[in-house]
């Protein structure tokens, strides 16, 4: 039973049948070793990796360059402790290895490592204090909120609600670290939506924009980058940097000429 799941696995993902391109030579090789093993080879224990042949190694660039954007971002910050909501649990797993965090999902992580807390919440209520957070992220989450994708209720102003919820408890002077899909706005139920980065600043009125990056529709990481141009994109990946405003202080560069487009 096991075999038959494997050989199924290798021939329905990542794409349907793609692995029959690369059946001809998983066969061949087969046979090679076989020659040269007889008794080393069994179908039973064989377990087949048709997609894998390939000139470079494969990545998905909004989450590869989004792991080394806020990894480096915490690292210089100093800070010594860290919340996070919903974010790639690999990520989170290595981040815990310098900096104590805690992690927050709806689906809670049920793993243990040095430096790691984990707890259940809900990204539109966390049911934490105001203004309690000095350091906090929420890497390809927000999108998500209210399409029913990972059992969460369905709400068309879910993700309205949850950049809500990420200001309400950022500590005064503290630091959102925020990525979201970005480019024409629109719902791709129900999977995500996509944002223009102007949508994201106004729903955070109450914090400052200090940094914007892009991951662009070809995959190119842009640091520091015009948050303008970004609307123009059919699905990068914008990664915001912002900060709890502190009255009568001067407003940020970036986001004074944002705030003046």
Known sequence: MQ???RW?????????????VGLPRYLANWRRL???APNDLRLADSYPCLSDWVQSTPFDPHYFYQAGWLARRLRASGVSAHADVGS???????LSAFIDVTFIDYRPLSATLAGLRCEAGNLTGLGLP???LPSLSCLHVVEHVGLGRYGDPLDIAGSERALAELQRVLAPEGRLYLSVPVGRE????NAHRVFSPRSIVDALSGLAL??????????????????TAAAALDYGCGLFVFERRVPHAAPLPLDSEFSAQ
């Open 88 to 94: 790639d649990v690999r990520m989170i797993g290595v």
């Open 34 to 36: 076989k020659e040269k």
């Open 186 to 189: 629109r719902i791709c139920y």
């Open 130 to 132: 105001d203004a309690s």
């Open 8 to 20: 199924a696995m290798a021939l329905l993902t990542p794409v349907p049948l793609l692995g029959l």
């Open 210 to 227: 200090r940094e914007f990056s892009l991951v662009d529709d070809d995959g190119r990481f842009i640091e520091n980058a015009d948050p």
């Open 3 to 5: 075999t038959l799941k």
